[in-house]
C-alpha cells in the first residue's frame, strides 16, 4: 500500500536535516511512492530563520539545495481562509495554537495531506487534518 500525500511538518524536516534514522527511513519509503517531499512555504521560513539566527551558512546552503528537490506549498488565499476557520474553531474550543501551525495545518488541509508531524498535542486539535509521524 502507497503512502498519502504528505505534507512535513518543521520538526520532521529538522528531524531529516539532523539524520534521524527514524525520519530518514519513512521518508525513504514514502519517495518510493512519490516524486518528492513537500512542506509549507511557512516551514521553510521557520528552517530559515533558525538557521540565519544560528548563523549556520553550511546548514543554510545544503537546505537551500534541499528545497531545490522539494515541493514548497504557497500561502494562497484559500489557506488564509483555511487557517481564519481553524484559529476560530480553536479559539472557541479555548484550544489555541500558533500561527504558524495553524498556517501549516491549514495549506496541508488546503493540499489534501496528511499532516505529518511528532507534535500531536498541537496539531491534534485541528478536525479534518489526518496525521501521522514518522518519529516512531
Known amino acids: 500500500m502507497s503512502d498519502p500525500y504528505s505534507v512535513i ?3 520532521i524536516l529538522s528531524a531529516l536535516m539532523r539524520r534521524d ?3 530518514l527511513a ?9 516524486p518528492r517531499l513537500t512542506f509549507s512555504i511557512i516551514t521553510r521560513y521557520e528552517i530559515l530563520r533558525g538557521l540565519r539566527a544560528s548563523g549556520a551558512s553550511g546548514k543554510l546552503r ?3 539545495q534541499f528545497c531545490s528537490t522539494c515541493e514548497v506549498l504557497p500561502l494562497t488565499d484559500e489557506v488564509v481562509v483555511c487557517a481564519s ?22 495549506t ?8 505529518v508531524t511528532n ?7 485541528i ?10
Not at 86 to 97: F, W
Not at 108 to 115: E, H
Not at 119 to 125: E, L, M, Q
Not at 127 to 136: E, P, S, Y
Open 9 to 11: 511538518d518543521t520538526d
Open 21 to 23: 534514522a527514524r525520519a
Open 119 to 125: 507534535n500531536h498535542t498541537h496539531f491534534g486539535r
Open 26 to 34: 519513512r521518508a525513504s519509503h514514502y519517495l518510493s511512492d512519490h
Open 62 to 64: 545544503t537546505f537551500e
Open 85 to 106: 476557520g481553524i484559529y476560530a474553531d480553536l479559539h472557541q474550543k479555548g484550544q489555541l495554537i500558533g500561527d504558524a501551525d495553524i498556517l501549516i495545518a491549514a
Open 127 to 136: 478536525g479534518g487534518l489526518t496525521l501521522d509521524n514518522w518519529l516512531v
Open 108 to 115: 496541508a488541509v488546503q493540499a489534501r495531506g496528511t499532516m
